[in-house]
């Protein structure tokens, strides 16, 4: 199939099932196979830290069985390592496997550089939630990397100042914002928490949470659905809270941001499961002091999560190995002595459903080893993980974001027109680059 045509068909089928009979026909019918028998030596592109002293474990056990033997190759992540493969794929030179975040799989499929490994690792599915296995699936039947990690959303709160000053942890948005208020009425120079637009992953998360679709099909064409309603509802949401003062303004990650969690100016944290390391060393002081729940929800009646953050492990089409690399691929995120070792080794919260409350799990996080119930609560929440749209251009829409929100939040101004801005930013960006996307 001609590559321009290929690329069409096999983005279509990102956000939705465009289906998998379309998808088999543009594969090759060799993409399962090897390119040869006996021993078979591997590379891994990664930037996990610690994945060395795992992938150690393979080499010497099962690896060694198997004849198979894999390289780690330590990256950069986000989208120097994207940039990095697709100009090595171009060249015919991509490594055999390689660590993708789940949002960076569209523009890495629609460019022909992963393969469908859906015949070598089809069982594993039941070892993940399935709102997880479905940002690697792109909604089809194809299977295009195996969940590594996850970023569960939950709420991070001081319990010891939420009981002073008479708080209850907020349940639904609308008591999130009520929450908010009476802090401020309370306690002027504090706030509940503060809306940061310099992660977008938090704000994807959040509208991912709110049932929100960025991409879609139609037909042949893309749809893009960045300020589609259930976004516009977070954006008008948070921006409410912002041009009132109910909560604070202030980008995540500054020294700034740091000592307001560290002195209890800033009493709560929407974040994800990753967030206890993070608090370990934004707020050092206050350790033992917070805890942790579900994220509040649009309605009492719904239970749902969005994830900020996580990675998958993918082969890729410029293997020669593509078996060899896919049993990797699925040791390295369902074996049990291969995830408490990634938990070690790489501090990563593993996708593997069995993983999150065996091994590393079953203590919670040093930060909050008051709270045992820690990783138990964190598993059922995962376990609640709204499905995902993730489109050819993620890097776009997320550049936008940051520009058009972190004015907005400067400026307090209308956090709809940012909204609107993000969405135009991004078709105009998949028009430049080809792609044929529905009005």
């Known amino acids: 199939m001609p590559y321009t045509k290929r690329r069409r068909l096999v983005t279509s ?31 891994y592109w990664t930037w996990t830290p610690g994945m060395d002293k795992v992938v150690d474990l393979w080499n010497k056990g099962p690896g ?8 780690v190759k330590k990256q950069a992540s986000g989208d120097t390592l994207v940039t990095k493969i697709l100009t090595a794929h171009k060249a015919g030179k991509g490594p055999d496997l390689v660590q993708a975040e789940y949002q960076a799989l569209p523009t890495l499929v629609s460019n022909d550089a992963l393969a469908d490994i859906a015949k070598s690792v089809g069982d594993v599915k039941g070892k993940f939630a399935d709102g997880v296995w479905q940002q690697t699936t792109l909604g089809t039947d194809a299977v295009y990397a195996i969940p590594q990690d996850i970023g569960p959303m939950m709420f991070y709160y001081r319990a010891d100042l939420f009981k ?24 002027p120079d504090k706030a509940l928490t503060t809306f940061s637009a310099n992660d977008s992953g938090l704000f994807a998360g959040l509208a991912q949470q709110a049932g929100a ?26 921006g409410g809270l912002v041009k009132e003062g109910a ?11 740091n000592k307001a969690l560290d002195t209890g100016k800033q009493i709560a944290w929407v974040s994800a499961v990753w967030a206890p390391g993070t608090l370990t060393t934004a707020a050092p002081d206050t350790k033992g002091k917070w805890a942790m729940a579900p994220l509040p929800q649009w309605s009492k009646s719904e239970n749902r999560t969005g994830s900020w953050g996580g990675s998958s492990t ?15 691929a699925a040791w390295l995120n369902t074996d049990a002595q291969a ?32 709270q045992v119930d820690f990783y138990t609560k964190a598993a059922d929440i995962a376990e609640t993980t709204a499905p995902s749209a993730w489109g050819p251009n993620v890097n776009v829409a997320y550049t936008s ?39």
Not at 64 to 71: A, S
Not at 419 to 429: E, F, G, H, R
Request: aromatic share 10%.
């Open 314 to 328: 993918a082969v890729t089409t410029d293997s020669p190995h593509k078996d060899a690399a896919a049993k990797f």
């Open 164 to 187: 002073s000053y008479g708080l209850t942890v907020p349940t639904t948005w609308e008591e999130f914002a009520q929450t908010a208020r009476a802090l401020k009425k309370k306690a």
């Open 339 to 370: 995830l408490n070792a990634l938990a070690k080794e790489s501090g990563i919260y593993p996708a593997s459903t069995s993983a999150q409350l065996s091994g590393a799990f079953q203590s919670p996080p040093e930060f909050f080893s008051h």
């Open 401 to 439: 974001f940051k520009d058009a929100f972190g004015a907005a939040a400067k400026n307090k101004s209308d956090f709809g027109a940012a909204l609107k801005k993000m969405q135009a930013d991004t078709v105009a960006d998949m028009k430049k680059q080809g792609f044929e996307v529905a009005q």
């Open 13 to 43: 089928a990102v956000a939705v099932a465009l289906g998998a009979t379309a998808l088999a026909a543009c594969g090759s019918s060799d993409d399962q196979g090897d390119a040869q028998s006996g021993p078979v030596s591997l590379t």
């Open 247 to 257: 909560i604070d303004n202030q980008p995540m990650y500054t020294p700034a941001w």
């Open 213 to 238: 679709k960025w991409w879609t099909t139609s037909g042949d064409k893309w749809k893009v659905g960045i300020d589609d309603a259930a976004t516009q509802k977070v954006a008008t949401f948070w």
């Open 64 to 71: 060694k069985k198997e004849q198979i033997t894999v390289t």
